[in-house]
């Protein structure tokens, strides 16, 4: 099979996505998703191929955290259940309506976790029982991923740690969590426009798998603050970015 002169390129994005994802619990979709569409690939297909190569990235992610112990398994199913009905609805309602209307208000919400989490990390400790209403997070991540092309991660990730969550159960749960909602996604996808573009997904399935193991290690060794401070930056360069293009 031949495929293509982009696959080793598929590779590398696959690799450093999951790498920044695995850690941060995040990014793995925007990364992804951000480069094949300036590649020229129309949204559909990209949030199809990305979703589908992240059934095994996932896959191998929240297995190598549960080894870890970076699992909170009530907070995985009250994330992971409400993630599936809303990942469903938002694959298929990428297929026959347009989501760009709703992308700034997303954005800017992320805008506002990413500096809630900043002022956390400079030490201003948020107590940890005021998280809550996880499986309307849930929900809400799962539509949002479908649709807008990888949004588990920043939505649910940043507002669970901006509510107080610890960052090695958070982090390790929302990717375990991304597995369940990623799998019933692309099997949405997989029902309604099929699968495109094999190469991609192998290429980004490739890199994502060799990334995983070592995310997981990364995050159960870097420091809280440390791990805080990357995912409230890396969470406020997208939402700014994001807005300036929607505005201009």
């Given at each position: 099979?031949?495929?293509?002169?982009?696959?080793?390129?598929?590779?590398?994005?696959?690799?450093?996505?999951?790498?920044?994802?695995?850690?941060?619990?995040?990014?793995?979709?925007?990364?992804?998703?951000?480069?094949?569409?300036?590649?020229?690939?129309?949204?559909?297909?990209?949030?199809?191929?990305?979703?589908?190569?992240?059934?095994?990235?996932?896959?191998?992610?929240?297995?190598?955290?549960?080894?870890?112990?970076?699992?909170?398994?009530?907070?995985?199913?009250?994330?992971?259940?409400?993630?599936?009905?809303?990942?469903?609805?938002?694959?298929?309602?990428?297929?026959?309506?347009?989501?760009?209307?709703?992308?700034?208000?997303?954005?800017?919400?992320?805008?506002?976790?990413?500096?809630?989490?900043?002022?956390?990390?400079a030490g201003r400790r948020v107590p940890r029982e005021r998280v809550r209403r996880v499986p309307?997070?849930?929900?809400?991540?799962?539509?949002?991923?479908?649709?807008?092309?990888?949004?588990?991660?920043?939505?649910?990730?940043?507002?669970?740690?901006?509510?107080?969550?610890?960052?090695?159960?958070?982090?390790?749960?929302v990717n375990a969590a991304e597995f369940v909602v990623t799998l019933a996604i692309s099997i949405?996808?997989?029902?309604?426009?099929?699968?495109?573009?094999?190469?991609?997904?192998?290429?980004?399935?490739?890199?994502?798998?060799?990334?995983?193991?070592?995310?997981?290690?990364?995050?159960?060794?870097?420091?809280?603050?440390?791990?805080?401070?990357?995912?409230?930056?890396?969470?406020?360069?997208?939402?700014?970015?994001?807005?300036?293009?929607?505005?201009?």
């Amino acid at each position: 099979m031949d495929l293509g002169p982009d696959f080793l390129l598929f590779v590398a994005i696959g690799l450093a996505a999951q790498l920044v994802d695995g850690a941060l619990g995040m990014a793995y979709g925007l990364l992804s998703s951000s480069i094949l569409l300036a590649m020229g690939y129309p949204p559909a297909t990209v949030s199809a191929a990305v979703h589908t190569a992240e059934v095994g990235t996932t896959g191998v992610s929240g297995g190598a955290h549960a080894l870890l112990g970076n699992v909170d398994r009530r907070l995985l199913v009250r994330l992971a259940v409400p993630g599936v009905v809303g990942g469903v609805i938002g694959a298929y309602a990428l297929t026959q309506l347009p989501a760009e209307a709703i992308r700034p208000f997303i954005y800017a919400y992320l805008l506002v976790l990413a500096v809630l989490i900043l002022i956390r990390a400079a030490g201003r400790r948020v107590p940890r029982e005021r998280v809550r209403r996880v499986p309307v997070l849930g929900f809400f991540a799962g539509l949002l991923d479908a649709s807008g092309g990888g949004g588990w991660g920043p939505v649910a990730t940043s507002t669970l740690l901006a509510q107080g969550g610890t960052a090695r159960t958070t982090v390790g749960s929302v990717n375990a969590a991304e597995f369940v909602v990623t799998l019933a996604i692309s099997i949405t996808f997989l029902l309604t426009i099929g699968l495109q573009h094999l190469e991609i997904v192998l290429g980004l399935l490739l890199g994502g798998v060799i990334a995983a193991p070592l995310a997981a290690v990364l995050v159960k060794r870097l420091p809280e603050r440390a791990v805080l401070v990357a995912v409230g930056v890396l969470v406020l360069a997208i939402s700014v970015y994001q807005i300036a293009r929607s505005v201009l």
